[in-house]
């Protein structure tokens, strides 16, 4: 059997635990059909997993019994935070589920000139989460990555970062910009339609260079993804030489 993974918040993870999640509880019982003494990673979003066994499954609840810590790491050293224009819902979930799956640290949702326009809302905010512990829990990662509110385009371009990147067809080549320069990282991608010609002399007032992903315009959706994992790999591409 696979390696059978789920999430606990940090500050509920004790020697014992009662699994009281209707989502989670359903999984254990009757998806994967475990039984007492099955054993479980436990993953608490912030670096640390350790292996439970069931020690009893009720109606409503599973109890779990701690063995062991099985792994521990820090949070990575350069953050890489995705900025992404409120798109359709399923567009929204595609990113966010692949860009977890490839190891961004963040996102920050906005709302720009040429973008679906939807309220910030509590319920919206915990679906999106909800997509992202999943894609945490399906790729083996320790660490959740955050997302808050949508912002308006000026508040998410006006973030300190070191590095600040956007996605456009007429940028420079990402391997040469990012090779100079060292740091956490934002990369934003436009809505569809790109940025308007005002957002970009924003981004340009705003510390933003642009990297060109491709020599075909690209949707959102596969400009966001392909960005970070170009990013990612940059990164532990560098690390890799570092450790040499």
Same mark, same amino acid.
């Given at each position: ?41 436990? =993953? ?18 599973v ?32 990113i ?5 799956? %490839?190891?961004?640290?963040? !996102?920050?949702? !906005? ?7 939807? /309220? ?6 915990k ?25 308006? !385009?000026?508040?998410?371009i ?5 590095? /600040? ?17 060292t ?11 790109? =940025? ?11 510390? =933003?260079?642009?990297? /060109?992903?491709? %020599? ?29």
């Amino acid at each position: 059997m696979s390696k059978i993974r789920i999430y606990i918040e940090p500050e509920s993870v004790k020697d014992s635990i009662e699994v009281r999640d209707k989502d989670t509880v359903h999984k254990i019982k009757d998806v994967l059909r475990l039984k007492s003494n099955d054993s479980v990673y436990v =993953f608490d979003g912030e670096g640390r997993e350790h292996i439970y066994k069931i020690y009893r499954i009720d109606k409503s609840k599973v109890v779990l019994e701690k063995e062991r810590q099985e792994r521990q790491e820090p949070a990575v050293s350069k953050r890489v935070v995705l900025g992404f224009p409120v798109l359709r819902e399923e567009k929204i979930d595609f990113i966010l589920q692949k860009a977890t799956e %490839l190891g961004v640290t963040g !996102f920050l949702p !906005f709302v720009s000139s040429r973008s679906l326009r939807i /309220k910030p809302s509590v319920p919206k905010i915990k679906r999106w989460r909800k997509i992202i512990i999943e894609a945490v829990r399906q790729s083996g990662r320790l660490w959740i990555p955050e997302i808050g509110n949508i912002l308006e !385009f000026g508040k998410v371009i006006r973030q300190e970062f070191p590095i /600040k990147l956007a996605a456009s067809i007429d940028g420079d080549n990402p391997r040469e910009v990012l090779s100079k320069n060292t740091g956490d990282i934002l990369v934003i991608a436009g809505p569809e339609g790109d =940025f308007s010609p005002l957002e970009y002399r924003e981004l340009e007032m705003s510390g =933003f260079k642009l990297i /060109k992903l491709s %020599l075909y315009i690209l949707r959102t959706e596969t400009a966001a993804i392909f960005a970070v994992g170009l990013i990612t790999q940059m990164i532990t591409e560098k690390d890799t030489d570092d450790r040499r």
